[in-house]
T-cell receptor, first 113, second 111 residues
Framework: EPEVTQTPSHQVTQMGQEVILRCVPISNHLYFYWYRQILGQKVEFLVSFYNNEISEKSEIFDDQFSVERPDGSNFTLKIRSTKLEDSAMYFC???????????FGNGTRLTVT | SQELEQSPQSLIVQEGKNLTINCTSSKTLYGLYWYKQKYGEGLIFLMMLQKGGEEKSHEKITAKLDEKKQQSSLHITASQPSHAGIYLCGADQTGGFKTIFGAGTRLFVKA
C-alpha cells in the first residue's frame, strides 16, 4: 500500500538555525498538509497546500515558516530561524480529495537546543 | 472555531474488557474520523462517519455518530494489548481546508 514518507526521522538543530523537513506524499494525492505535535499535546494544524499554493494556514505558521513543492514528488516545510518552542513532532499528510481521510507520514522529531 | 473534546483523557483496562471513548464537537460534524497513534509514530486512519446515526465496525472496534451529528463514540469489545495507543477523533472544518483533532485518549491494556 502506498504511504507518505518523511525524512529525516529525527533532526537536532541549534536555536537560530534553518531546518528543512521533507515529505513525499502519496503519488496521486493533490492536497498536502503539515501538522505538529508538541510532546504530550494535541496534533495541531499548520498549513494546507493545493495547486501549488497555500490554501489555509494557522496562527502558528508565521513568517518563519514556509512550504514548497519543488518538484512533482516532494513537499517541504522550512523553518528559517528555529526557536526552542519549535521542538515537536512534525507530520506530513495528504489525500486525493477534500473531506476524505488523511494519510500521515511517521513524522520528523525536531529537537531545538 | 470548532473544537473537539475527547473523554476520557486516559483509560486503563484489563485485557478482555470492553471500553468506550467519546468525542464531542462544539459544532455539527460533517465528517468525523477516528485515528489511532502509537507512541512516536504517525496517525493511522480507522474509520470515517458522515451521516447522523451512522455506525461502522472493523474487527472489534465500532464507531457511531449520533443523530444530531455532534457526538461520536468509539467502542472496543474484548480489548487486547494490541489495542493500546492513543485514539484521536478528527473533523473537517466546514468551508476550510483542514482537519482538526481532539486531544486524544490514551488507552492502556493490562495483560
Amino acid at each position: 500500500e502506498p504511504e507518505v514518507t518523511q525524512t529525516p526521522s529525527h533532526q537536532v538543530t541549534q536555536m537560530g538555525q534553518e531546518v528543512i523537513l521533507r515529505c513525499v506524499p502519496i503519488s496521486n494525492h493533490l492536497y498536502f498538509y503539515w501538522y505538529r505535535q508538541i510532546l504530550g499535546q494535541k496534533v495541531e494544524f499548520l498549513v494546507s497546500f493545493y495547486n501549488n499554493e497555500i490554501s489555509e494556514k494557522s496562527e502558528i505558521f508565521d513568517d518563519q515558516f514556509s512550504v514548497e513543492r519543488p518538484d512533482g514528488s516532494n513537499f517541504t516545510l522550512k523553518i528559517r530561524s528555529t526557536k526552542l518552542e519549535d521542538s515537536a513532532m512534525y507530520f506530513c499528510a495528504s489525500h486525493s480529495q477534500r473531506n476524505s481521510p488523511l494519510h500521515f507520514g511517521n513524522g520528523t522529531r525536531l529537537t531545538v537546543t | 472555531s470548532q473544537e473537539l473534546e475527547q473523554s476520557p483523557q486516559s483509560l486503563i483496562v484489563q485485557e478482555g474488557k470492553n471500553l468506550t471513548i467519546n468525542c464531542t464537537s462544539s459544532k455539527t460534524l460533517y465528517g468525523l474520523y477516528w485515528y489511532k497513534q502509537k507512541y512516536g509514530e504517525g496517525l493511522i486512519f480507522l474509520m470515517m462517519l458522515q451521516k447522523g446515526g451512522e455506525e461502522k465496525s472493523h474487527e472489534k472496534i465500532t464507531a457511531k455518530l449520533d443523530e444530531k451529528k455532534q457526538q461520536s463514540s468509539l467502542h472496543i469489545t474484548a480489548s487486547q494489548p494490541s489495542h493500546a495507543g492513543i485514539y484521536l477523533c478528527g473533523a473537517d472544518q466546514t468551508g476550510g481546508f483542514k482537519t482538526i483533532f481532539g486531544a486524544g485518549t490514551r488507552l492502556f491494556v493490562k495483560a
